[in-house]
């Protein structure tokens, strides 16, 4: 272990910057070629289909392989060993319900966001503005995540330990992210997540290779020595290091996975991604593509936790100024060095501004097409005026995420991901699934499924440990927690289902145009009319 490692220092801090700025510069320079096409709605929104699967595919990749990807499943692999894996597989797992469920469906019934999904039978502006509330709620939360990381990590490289220092550099991240939008729309976002997502394959695939050839290329000697230099010993090499202590415990990790398999097919940035595509076949195309290239990056954080636990150690890793989210640049200084760890900053940085971009410009783009242009003005908008309203609503949605950014400065962002897939899974799941499979689904089953999921979330989070009652909370030094668990998903989830089934046959007058919905059903099922 270096003396360097160990005082917290990393690096050339100088260089470091260097590298992201490089990054900061290429980007924003191809947003800027790209943004002189962004004319109608639809190449603002979905950078008007002309992406081929595989295109959309790296895209997918890079939009959905946050910085909870990157830093916090690395760390907590690295601290908790296997039950941090955990999250891996979840994140991974979840891809098989959004190519079997939604995708085709999504790609052919809407046009640019998962309002014009749940409205298309339905009346329009109520369920239109249940959907952009969920949007919001959902790319605010995962939002949160992304910027919380920004501030551990760059305290970690740029030497930054005061909280008034990260808070800035939050704010730096929070602007850039919001230039990207505001210049390149989704064309010009997409090509940053295509950049950013073959740094980060590269990158994980650079540092496994590394690793295990300091160990002989045998992954045994490498779990050996993670063990050794890990506070739990042999059990961070078996389940149960993090969630099996207590039922409490083992109840909040079904939890976790429920929430993480059935939270990508509805987190909105996701699902807007397949509008970017010309049709239904390369939106398969497209998962296929990001199933592969997520499969070689999930392997890759196995060998990265625990390298970062037998190499750095998990003491070290707990002691750090960015806790778990610094196992992987810690990890990077002690493998390769400054120059490792200045390309482990780039490839850190990208992926918190790329995704944070995507979020953005789906908030933003719920908000003018489902509100302004459906709910407001009736559909009677004029594009140019849309696009304008997109564009400021981008500025005040990137504001509140660096303000939400600094509260959460410090937790593990892994952890905060998975309540945003919570969120999706609650609110968002059940009304696509009923909407697109069950004939008698009605406006009241949307607005009853969607609100009823997306409020016992929240005040599911709030009353939970994740707010005050714990070391970790984001309010400390008090306790009103009534709930136990940290992830609500194991009881938000079936609610929303719940919901959605009763207000459907209980307001059975409340039925839909059954000729809308006939046509609905051959226009997802056969892409006729998309």
């Known amino acids: 272990m270096t003396t360097d490692l160990a005082a917290g220092s990393m690096g050339s801090p100088a260089l470091n910057t260097a590298v992201f700025a490089a ?14 096409r962004n004319t109608t709605t639809a190449d603002y929104y979905a950078a008007g289909s002309g992406f081929t699967g595989p295109q959309n595919g790296i895209a997918i990749t890079g939009d959905y392989l946050s910085a909870a990807s990157f830093l916090g499943i690395a760390g907590a692999i690295a601290v908790h060993g296997y039950d941090g894996f955990l999250y891996s597989i979840g994140f991974l797992v979840a891809w098989l319900v959004a190519l079997l469920l939604v995708a085709e469906l999504v790609r052919n019934t809407g046009r640019f966001t998962m309002g014009d999904v749940l409205a298309y039978r339905m009346r329009q502006r109520p369920v239109r503005a249940a959907a952009a509330t969920s949007t919001l709620v959902i790319s605010l939360f995962y939002m949160l995540a992304q910027m919380a990381g920004a501030g551990g990590l760059v305290a970690l490289l740029l030497d930054v330990h005061g909280k008034g220092g990260q808070a800035l550099v939050i704010c730096v991240v929070g602007l850039v992210m919001i230039l990207y939008v505001l210049v390149g729309g989704m064309k010009g976002t ?16 650079l540092i496994t290779v590394f690793l295990l050839g300091k160990f002989g290329f045998s992954i045994s000697a490498l779990l050996d020595e993670a063990a050794q230099h890990n506070a739990k010993g042999e059990r961070v090499l078996e389940p149960g290091g993090q969630y099996g202590r207590t039922p409490i415990s083992k109840l909040d990790f079904i939890s976790l996975s429920l929430a993480l398999i059935l939270g990508a097919a509805g987190l909105p940035h996701v699902l807007m991604r397949f509008y970017t595509v010309p049709n239904a076949t390369e939106a398969r195309r497209s998962v296929v593509w990001a199933v592969a290239m997520m499969a070689i990056f999930y392997a890759a954080t196995l060998i990265i936790g625990y390298g970062a636990s037998a190499l750095v150690g998990s003491e070290t890793i707990l002691g750090s100024t960015g806790r778990e989210n610094s196992a992987a640049p810690l990890l990077a200084f002690e493998v390769g060095g400054t120059v490792l760890l200045g390309v482990v900053a780039a490839v850190a940085f990208a992926t918190i501004l790329a995704v944070v971009a995507g979020l953005t410009i789906t908030a933003s783009a719920s908000f003018a097409h489902d509100v302004y242009a459906n709910i407001f003005r009736r559909g009677r908008v004029d594009p140019s005026d849309e696009v304008r309203v997109a564009r400021r609503t981008a500025v005040i949605i990137g504001a509140l995420a660096i303000a939400g950014g600094i509260l959460a400065n410090g937790q593990n962002v892994a952890f905060l991901v998975s309540l945003a897939f919570a969120f999706a899974a609650s609110a968002n799941l059940s009304t696509l699934l009923y909407s697109l499979f069950w004939k008698r689904f009605n406006t009241s089953g949307t607005l009853w499924a969607m609100y009823g999921g997306l409020v016992s979330c929240l005040v599911l989070v709030i009353i939970s440990p994740v707010v005050s009652g714990a070391p970790t909370s984001i309010i400390r030094g008090v306790d009103f927690h009534l709930f136990p668990l940290n992830n609500p998903g194991i009881v938000s989830i079936p609610i929303s289902f719940v919901c959605g089934y009763l207000g459907t046959v209980l307001r059975r007058r409340d039925r839909g145009d059954p000729a809308k919905q006939a046509e609905m059903e051959v226009r997802s099922l056969t892409g006729i009319g998309a």
């Open 190 to 205: 997409t090509w940053v997540q295509i950049i950013k997502a073959t740094m980060l394959i590269l990158c994980v695939v």
């Open 23 to 36: 990054f900061v510069a290429i980007t924003l320079y191809i947003t800027y070629r790209m943004s002189t």
